[in-house]
Each structure stands twice: as structure tokens, then as C-alpha cells.
């Protein structure tokens, strides 16, 4: 268990909808990162967060947004959801904004059907 | 533009033998690097890491080496054990003394199989 919570497990929807997927990091950790695992490919970074405030961005697209809260929890927002965007969704956490290892959550499957 | 690369999707090797995963990378301004295994419905772990200054790290049956002339690295495993059947994916960062974030650029993984 790496102390890095998301819910939910699974979520199941329709294009055109929109969803919101919860992390939790570690107690302590103040960076959040979020990453998309679509079918056979690697991790690809999406959007850093320290403290609440928003540190890099990946290839994450117009449709999706994120933030972290005062508690530090974060959220990403996926709109006008596509066929293309179903893909396991991890959250990653760390103690600093600066590279060290990240600890991940055990990832949130979306499907769009 | 795959800037880390893993190009072997899969390796087999027997139990007790030495599994070596490879990964290669593009981007000259990468210099810390990670490992981290995956078990099925589970998140990334880490595993090991390696600072571009220097060429080898080593944790118990695990020790990776970095030739950063190649712009390679690898990961020995020995003696593989059947639990270390994952998949394994290689990472790259660039420091923070560039003032950039520490986002990781991962490659795509390669599937370890450990047999009896």
C-alpha cells in the first residue's frame, strides 16, 4: 500500500459525458502529479501540482483540468469525454516538487463507451 | 516523440538467473532516473533510482547502471525470483537546477516473466 488513495476503482460512461476522479496523497506529500495509461503505452504525464498551486504541465488536453485543494487532495476533471480517453488514470504522490520518487495510487480504470 | 524508450515488450528468464531490462532515452537534459515495477491492478512502485552522476546503484538483488554516454540504462536482477514477474517501466527526470518541474517521462514497459 503506498498510502496514495483514488477513487473510484472503475468508472463506466458515455462520450460526451463528463467525470471527476479524486486523489489522496500521502500524509505529508505535497506534490500530486497525474498520469494516463491508455492500452499498451507508458505513462504519460499530464499535470503537477505542489501545495495547490499548478508546477508543469504534460500533454494534457484543453478537455481536462485539474487542481489541488487546501487539504491537498486533487481532483481531474475529464469533459466532453471521447472514446480515446478510456485508459487507467494514476495519481502520484511526493514529499517535494522536485525529483525524487513519486508514489502512485492504485489508478482509476475509465471506460468510454 | 518517445523520448524514453524500452524496446523489448517482454522478457522470459528462468528463476535464478540474471534478468537484465534495458531502457534508452533521447533527451540529453535528462539526468535522474527510476525504476519502477507494476503488478497487475496495482500502481507503479519504485524500485531503484540513479543520479546522472553516477554509473551504478545497487538494492539488494537490484542494481541499475547508467551509461550516460549511450544515453542507456539498464536493470540487473539477480537471482530473479518468480515474484518479480511485472512489468517494468523505466523513467527519466530532469533536475531541478534547470528550475523545471520533476514530471517523469516514463517508457512504455517491458513485461519481466519469471519461470521455474
Known amino acids: 500500500d503506498s498510502g496514495v488513495t483514488q477513487t473510484p476503482k472503475h468508472l463506466i460512461t458515455a462520450t460526451g459525458q463528463r467525470v471527476t476522479l479524486r486523489c489522496s496523497p500521502r500524509s505529508g506529500d505535497l506534490s500530486v502529479y497525474w498520469y494516463q495509461q491508455s492500452l499498451d503505452q507508458g505513462l504519460q504525464f499530464l499535470i503537477q501540482?505542489?501545495?495547490?498551486?499548478?508546477?508543469a504541465k504534460g500533454n494534457i488536453l484543453e478537455r481536462f483540468s485539474a487542481q489541488q485543494f487546501p487539504d491537498l487532495h486533487s481532483e481531474l476533471n475529464l469533459s466532453s469525454l471521447e472514446l480515446g480517453d478510456s485508459a487507467l488514470y494514476f495519481c502520484?504522490?511526493?514529499?517535494?516538487?522536485?525529483?525524487?520518487?513519486?508514489?502512485f495510487g492504485p489508478g482509476t480504470r475509465l471506460t468510454v463507451l | 516523440d518517445q523520448q524514453v524508450k524500452q524496446n523489448s515488450p517482454s522478457l522470459r528468464v528462468q528463476e535464478g538467473r540474471i534478468s537484465i531490462l534495458n531502457c534508452d532515452y533521447t533527451n540529453s537534459m535528462f539526468d535522474y532516473f527510476l525504476w519502477y515495477k507494476k503488478y497487475p491492478a496495482e500502481g507503479p512502485t519504485f524500485l531503484i533510482s540513479i543520479s546522472s552522476i553516477k554509473d551504478k546503484n545497487e538494492d539488494g538483488r537490484f542494481t541499475v547502471f547508467l551509461n550516460k554516454s549511450a544515453k542507456h540504462l539498464s536493470l540487473h536482477i539477480v537471482p530473479s525470483q518468480p515474484g518479480d514477474s511485472a512489468v517494468y517501466f523505466c523513467a527519466a527526470s530532469v533536475g531541478p537546477r534547470t528550475g523545471t518541474a520533476s514530471k517523469l517521462t516514463f517508457g512504455t514497459g517491458t513485461r519481466l516473466q519469471v519461470t521455474l
Open positions: 502520484a504522490s511526493s514529499e517535494t516538487g522536485f525529483p525524487d520518487t513519486q508514489y
Open positions: 501540482y505542489y501545495n495547490g498551486e499548478e508546477r
